[in-house]
């Protein structure tokens, strides 16, 4: 006999009552055998029930994949208790990667078409939900029907499905085109919010819908009015503000209408502004309206007192003591402070303010600080950047160290100005700033020889205060190794006088070295400072060798071979240490980088007007290549550095009539093209290194939205080298804008015939795009 299955409400109290989840486990089990059981023997009077439980069982995270097929049957019933758990299953249980969703197409389609509107709800509902590509482009001619139905509750249910086909097949644009400007002239507010809606997903994949839809901005400004100026409605006003979700949704759609287009921006200029006065911000909806007006207005070319405005609002935001409003605020202002800079600059004391909140706002409110600092209020804004470093959260610490020393650097007015601020903020947070701080303050007290002995006292007394900041302490023992001398002396009159013998100064070096604090590094910097007092001290040199002799059996490999160098020194070389050990030499800040990089661009000027050479090649870019062309990312290394301009740069008079022609110019590829982005290479193979072909990757979008995040990888056979260097950006402007260039540099030596395999990853039209492809009609000219 078989014992009767429980009722819904029966199962979840009994699910609920369950003290274990052994016990919830065996009560699933059990109920879901009789489910098994009822679907076997075919019960059509209660196999929605079934299936009801069988829905509450997956909602709980339990398998319930045996209940597609019946959903599929309930969908074909006649009967709308049964279809609407159907469908309801449909959603659950049912999606792209089953085959079985397939099945119900023409179920939707026979259902779509009945008139019966409850009917039409369910399926509308369902295909909206779970509709495939596939589904979409079979059934977008039903749908398209029923945006036209004269029942509000069927088109507003319609135009949402729309917007899913949109997604799934961009291509079905032209087929909802044509009833957008009607439902346009709708009042009933739910149907008018999702045709702007589905008008907005048509303007950003189809730049011919762009262009349509460009025609009724005034339509839409009206409408935006009317919703602005009428009264209170208890049906659509939420807090005081005429349907806000309306609103917003026209002033996203009128920023991409507006935005490069100088009409359409002219034409909303005097409605944004009338929002923006008028808007209510006492409510949080009030506030919605307004940030999305000011995004709007920021986005479009308009006018330069509404910007000002626009910035106004923002500011007036980061007064709110909403902690999400203020975060908003300083998020959008930090996108302006680039092209708005005098005008977002008037709230810098608001900003600096929100340096003292306690909220997740804190890391924007540093961002924005940093970047309104210029040399006209360099000085007042590193007193407060300074002193929220001493306070701010561990987590902030280092890149407000790193903003500071960057901003030093740039608006420095006096170099001891300078070497103040990257004092303090090494006694502060030495820990956690750059790998070049270091480097750059040597170089930057070594360059102000008034300012040497200033710098030794000041390094001296904080070395004597804390040994624990390791930049600071190899920074203070540098100095004192270069310039220990004017130290002893004490004639430096800009601090007060101190008074340091050499047996002091000896014994804090030998604190650094044998502190457990120090690291490798610093204890060589110690050592090398020790080893330079020994010219530059008067007294005996004892201490210092019996030092040195004794790191000369450090573990440490690198501190180890130092000092057996300095105790060599002493021993052999003793004539020379003195001229070995002098004061180095005035070196210039980044000269042989900027005489690099000139270098570099010079080539790079030869070889493409956009392409850009970086000083050192991204190792990043050369990951995640591990499975193309067999393997060839493992042999895709940084081979020395290949100069692809001529040896000399001056030839000699009587060499010129010897000099070979030109080779002919190796054709352009295009390698890819979709949807208006286009990939294009150019070949260089310079005369005097024929093994050498330099590959300029030139990617151009030509369609109606900006491609961002913009990445290209790339491999080749084990028998070549191949060196990336970097990209000149990550994003392509849309309408052919500024293209981006990227250098690839292969050496063939073998001349193997060549094939490029390429990976493609970027953001388009809000969706993730990646292409892997192989280039095999790379032109003959490129390796041969």
């Known amino acids: 006999m078989v014992v009767p299955s429980l009722k819904l409400q029966d199962l979840i109290e009994e699910i609920r009552g369950a003290k274990t989840q052994a016990q919830e486990r065996e009560v699933i089990q059990k109920e879901c055998a009789h489910i098994r059981a009822s679907f076997r023997d075919g019960d059509p009077v209660h196999r929605h029930r079934q299936l009801a439980k069988l829905l509450y069982v997956h909602m709980l995270g339990y398998p319930a994949h045996f209940g597609q097929m019946e959903c599929l049957k309930l969908i074909a019933s006649s009967r709308f208790t049964d279809k609407r758990v159907g469908y309801l299953g449909a959603m659950l249980l049912l999606d792209e990667r089953h085959d079985a969703h397939l099945l119900i197409t023409n179920s939707i389609k026979n259902d779509l078409s ?30 398209e029907k029923l945006l036209l139905q004269p029942s509000p509750y069927v088109r507003k249910k319609a135009i949402l499905t729309a917007v899913h086909m949109i997604r799934k097949v961009p291509e079905l644009s032209s087929v909802f085109l044509p009833p957008c400007a009607q439902l346009l002239h709708e009042r009933h507010h739910g149907i008018l919010l999702g045709t702007i809606t589905l008008i907005t997903e048509l303007c950003e994949r189809s730049p011919a819908a762009l262009r349509h839809f460009r025609k009724v901005v005034p339509q839409l400004v009206h409408i935006l009015r009317t919703l602005v100026t009428m009264g209170y409605s208890t049906e659509h006003s939420i807090s005081g503000v005429s349907d806000p979700f309306l609103q917003v949704q026209i002033l996203r759609l009128l920023r991409i209408l507006g935005r490069n287009h100088e009409e359409s921006s002219e034409t909303m200029n005097d409605l944004l502004a009338q929002v923006a006065t008028n808007t209510d911000t006492s409510r949080n909806a009030g506030n919605a ?20 405005l626009a910035v106004n609002i923002l500011g007036r ?17 930090l996108r302006l402070v680039q092209s708005d800079h005098s005008a977002v600059q008037r709230h810098r004391p608001t900003v600096v303010e929100c340096l003292r909140e306690t909220d997740a706002s804190l890391s924007r409110a540093l961002e924005l600080s ?50 103040d601020t990257i004092l303090h903020v090494l006694t502060t947070a030495g820990t956690h700033v750059r790998d070049d701080a270091v480097a750059n303050l040597t170089q930057l007290i070594g360059g102000a020889q008034e300012l040497h002995a200033y710098s030794v006292r000041r390094l001296y007394n904080a070395l004597a205060e804390d040994i624990s900041q390791q930049p600071l302490v190899q920074v203070a023992a540098w100095c004192i190794g270069e310039y220990g001398d004017l130290l002893l002396a004490g004639n430096c009159e800009e601090i007060e006088p101190l008074q340091v013998d050499e047996e002091e100064v000896l014994a804090l070096l030998e604190k650094v070295l044998q502190s457990h604090m120090s690291l490798p590094a610093t204890r060589g910097y110690a050592l090398t400072a020790l080893m330079k007092l020994s010219t530059r001290l008067c007294g005996d040199n004892n201490r210092i060798r019996q ?72 190792a990043s870019q050369l990951l995640d290549l591990l499975d193309l062309l067999d393997g060839a990312s493992g042999d895709v290394q940084h081979p020395p550095h290949l100069d692809p301009s001529p040896g000399g740069a001056l030839v000699h008079l009587l060499d010129l009539p010897c000099v070979p022609p030109p080779p002919a110019p190796i054709p352009d590829l295009k390698v890819f093209e979709r949807e208006g982005v286009q990939l294009n290479l150019s070949f260089i193979r310079p005369p005097e290194n024929p093994a050498l072909l330099l590959i300029t990757i030139t990617a151009t979008n030509f369609s109606e939205g900006d491609v961002t995040h913009f990445i290209c990888q790339a491999a080749v056979p084990k028998s070549l080298q191949l060196q990336l260097q970097a990209p000149s950006g990550n994003t392509v402007p849309a309408r052919g804008g500024l293209p981006i260039t990227q250098l690839f540099r292969i050496l063939n030596p073998n001349k193997a015939p060549l094939r490029l395999k390429l990976r493609l990853t970027y953001d388009h039209f809000h969706q993730s795009v990646q292409e892997i492809f192989e280039v095999n009609n790379l032109p003959v000219e490129s390796w041969q």
């Not at 105790?567 to 180095?584: C, G, N, V």
Request: net charge negative; charged share 25%.
């Open 114 to 143: 009945q008139g019966i509107q409850p009917v039409q709800g369910l399926a509308l509902c369902t295909l909206s939900t779970m509709g495939s590509a596939e589904m979409c482009r079979d059934l977008a001619p039903e749908v």
């Open 289 to 308: 309206v307004l940030f999305e007006t000011v995004l709007t207005i920021m986005d479009i070319r308009s006018a330069a007192g509404l910007r000002v």
């Open 317 to 333: 935001f980061l007064l709110n003591s909403d902690r999400n409003i203020r975060y908003v605020a300083l998020t959008s202002l």
């Open 370 to 419: 940093l970047a309104l600092v210029n040399s006209s209020n360099v000085r007042a804004m590193m007193q407060e950047l300074q002193a929220f470093l001493e306070s701010c959260p561990p987590d902030l610490r280092a890149d407000c160290a790193s903003g500071i020393l960057l901003a030093a650097e740039r608006f420095a007015p006096t170099k001891r100005w300078h070497i």
């Open 547 to 618: 030092v040195v002799s004794i790191y000369g059996s450090c573990l440490d490999v690198e501190l180890q071979q130092r000092a057996v160098e300095y105790d060599t020194l002493f021993r052999k070389y003793d004539h020379m240490r003195a001229a070995i050990l002098e004061k180095m030499p005035l070196v210039e800040r980044d000269g042989p980088q900027a005489d690099e990089e000139a270098k570099e661009s010079k080539e790079a000027a030869q070889l493409s007007e956009a392409a850009p050479v970086p000083t050192e090649p991204q």
